[in-house]
């Protein structure tokens, strides 16, 4: 079936350096989503990109849809305490509802 | 208005036993996901209701799993003779949209099987 790939799993980074995680699908997807999930809480949408080649910017966070809309990238500048969590991204597949999900990528903030 | 709520929030139970957790979504949504969280990994899609169509129970691990939904209202995940790969995070989420929209997540209920 349809498969999300998201790396790295974790990443351990210092206040202040920046941060990626990445999507990539064997299979065009319509859409995709990306969400945030604190430690012990819920995944939290962020959002949503469409169309092919797609930049969206949320503060420090930018979003980025591959032109072929098989991959995907968060990048978070300048990390805080604040954005730590795991980050998933989700991407619509054949089905009419059903979003594919990736694993999620962890970040750590070092002390 | 008041968001996706699930209950309980925690529950412990022996193996064997039979768990029913609920889930409350979010006024006017049409679709309800369920989904498992194992500790530390990512989410693994349950099941899902729209309308009053038939339910896509393709991700039910076995049939000591069922789900049911009235309506566009609360919905309820069985689980029957708990087994201790059981114990997860069960979340449920709802969404406006049929075609892959925004999902809101209820806080989860945490199943520990004992």
């Known amino acids: 079936g349809q498969q999300v790939m998201q790396i790295p799993q974790y990443q351990h980074v210092q206040e202040g350096e920046d941060f990626t995680t990445y999507c990539n699908s064997s299979?065009?997807?319509?859409?995709i989503q990306w969400y945030k999930q604190r430690p012990g809480g819920h995944p939290v949408f962020l959002i949503q990109l469409v169309k092919s080649g797609e930049v969206k910017k949320q503060k420090r966070l930018t979003f980025q849809f591959g032109e072929a809309k098989k991959n995907s990238s968060l990048h978070i500048t300048a990390t805080q305490t604040t954005d730590v969590g795991t980050y998933f991204c989700?991407?619509?597949?054949?089905?009419?509802?059903?979003?594919?999900w990736g694993a999620g990528t962890k970040l750590i903030i070092k002390p | 208005g008041a968001g996706v709520s699930q209950s309980p929030s925690n529950k412990v139970t022996e193996k064997g036993k039979d768990v029913e957790l609920r889930c409350d979504p979010i006024?006017?949504?049409?679709?309800l996901y369920w989904y498992r969280q194992r500790l530390g990994q990512g989410l693994e899609f349950l099941i899902y209701?729209?309308?009053?169509?038939?339910?896509?129970k393709s991700g039910l691990p076995s049939d000591r799993f069922s789900a049911e939904r009235t309506g566009e209202s609360v919905s309820t995940l069985t689980i029957q003779r708990t087994q201790q790969e059981d114990s997860a995070v069960y979340l449920c989420?709802?969404?406006?949209?049929?075609?892959?929209?925004?999902?809101?997540f209820g806080p989860g209920t945490r199943l520990t099987v004992t």
């Open positions: 006024s006017g949504h049409t679709a």
């Open positions: 989420a709802s969404s406006l949209a049929l075609r892959k929209g925004e999902q809101y």
């Open positions: 989700a991407g619509g597949g054949d089905s009419n509802y059903q979003l594919i």
């Open positions: 209701f729209q309308g009053n169509s038939a339910p896509d």
């Open positions: 299979t065009t997807l319509s859409n």
